[in-house]
């Protein structure tokens, strides 16, 4: 049972009509510097059909969404920047949660019907959960499926049944001890295990260029300047707000604190679009969206299982996953993430464990 769930788009001054998702690749690359021709290339369409489809489109907006000119290529007009940054700020707002809707539309469907369970991965919002899915998906049954929560959020509902693994993210050194006493409470370490996934950088996503100066948490407070946050209780939210606990910074202090997005991905889109002058998050979603980056902590990403007896196959294939050559290449284009310990059996101070194994 497979389950996928898209976003489309209408658009129209008088009677939207449904946009064709070539548009919006055509006009990503034309604004990496592609003429016409070489974008349409690119994109796998003909000249004569990305012609045809930017005239149908402008004709049906009424303003042109990309500049000709002869001797000097295809460039965005400010409509055209403007349709494309809508769609990424869509998709990153959207397509988490449409993965969550359907994981969990897959699994009702899977218990009525003979086939296998997928396997529930409840995590908070990373770049590498999808180079993870796609590996262990890859090697068959049980197909894993994620759902995308805040960090306590997840651990809450592996403790209630609700999933076998659940993603979440610790500050490394004293910086996480406030926020492990937390999860503590929640992970007895008799009845649950920590598989380390990943080693990440946290910190703010700024402008290209950083126009503002910022160098520092503190020059958010005070200063003419919009931030945008993530939701409460998500990790990098409780993260940021020890962040700013210790620095002495109120979050009153800063303007658009109060302003919040779901994901890394939704935030790096803010204040790439304008929307926002900086905004904090991983270092791959900045880079994702070509921003700089002032990294401000390290953490450790976790996933916990609950220890059972005898060890589910899958948790065998999850650890041979995380320590394999495959699932190491499909994480090098991808920026700020070490993989050292990835696979490896750890308690929440960081330290490594012995698991047994069964045989």
Known sequence: MNVELEIRWRMGQDAPREVDPLLFRLLHAIEQGASLRSAAIAVGASYRHAWGLLQVWEQSLGTPLVNLERGRGASLSALGRSVLWAERRAHSRLAPSLDSISAEVE??????????????????????????????????????????????ECIRQLVAGQCEIAGFHLPDGALGAEIESTYRRLLHPDRYAMLHFVSREQGLMLPPGNPRGIADITDLAGADIQFVNRQPDSGT??????????????????????????????????????????????????????????????????????????????????????????????????PGYGLASSGRFVDLAGSTRQEPTET
């Open 107 to 152: 699994h009702e469907l899977a218990s009525l019907v003979a086939t296998a369970l997928p396997l529930r991965l409840v995590a908070s919002h990373d770049l590498a959960l999808g180079v993870l899915k796609e590996r262990m998906n890859a090697l068959g049954k049980p197909r894993l499926n994620i759902q995308y929560r805040g960090s306590l």
């Open 237 to 334: 939210r409780m993260l940021f707000d020890t962040l700013l606990h210790d620095a002495g910074v109120r979050p009153s202090d800063i303007p658009g604190y109060e302003n919040e997005e779901f994901t890394h991905l939704a935030v790096a889109a803010m204040v790439a679009s304008g929307a926002a002058d900086a905004g904090f998050g991983v270092e791959a979603a900045a880079a994702r969206f070509g921003l700089d980056f002032v990294p401000l902590a390290k953490e450790r990403y976790l996933l916990a299982v609950e220890r059972t007896s005898p060890e589910p196959s899958w948790l065998g294939t999850l650890v041979e996953v995380l320590q394999g050559k495959e699932f190491r290449a499909g994480m090098r284009g991808i």
